[in-house]
């Protein structure tokens, strides 16, 4: 089994827990009902919280999305 690592916060913040629990609940009820929904914007919203809650720049986050590329 490969274990992920995981922000601290993440673990113990409840309403950083919340919202990544809402943006990922919507994109399973889009995909439920059609299965070749485009997700991509709350995909993104996911992309967002992660690097709030690594306290990005706009400098980092755009090293992020160019290395994702």
Known sequence: ???????KRLL????CIGR???????ILAAKQRDSEADTS???R????????LYGLT???K????AAAK
């Open 20 to 26: 990544f629990e809402c943006v990922v609940d919507r």
């Open 45 to 52: 919203e996911i992309d967002e919280l992660v690097y709030s």
């Open 12 to 15: 113990e913040d409840t309403e």
């Open 41 to 43: 914007a709350l995909e």
């Open 1 to 7: 089994m490969t274990l992920i690592p995981v922000h």
């Open 58 to 60: 706009k400098e980092e």
């Open 62 to 65: 755009d090293i992020v999305k």
